[in-house]
């Protein structure tokens, strides 16, 4: 997780080219150590992203109708 999140800062904008890639990475993470707010914060960011994450979209659903 430290290293996603020293990644994320280092972004300038949240919407870069390419940082979908390391918000949905680091949502991942958080999930799995059961921070499910902070997961649902970084794949909303993800979904936005340029380009947008099909795969964090997919996500936030699964976490929406809780089949996660």
Do not use: C, F, M, Q
Not at 17 to 45: N, P, T
Request: aromatic share 2%; hydrophobic share 40%.
């Amino acid at each position: 997780v430290e290293v996603l999140e020293n990644a994320v800062a280092l972004i300038e904008d949240e919407h870069r080219v390419g940082s979908s890639v390391i918000l949905e990475h680091l949502g991942d993470a958080y999930h799995k150590a059961g921070a499910v707010e902070k997961a649902r914060e970084l794949w909303g960011k993800a979904a936005e992203g340029i380009p947008n994450s099909p795969t964090a979209v997919d996500k936030l659903a699964n976490l929406t109708s809780g089949t996660e």
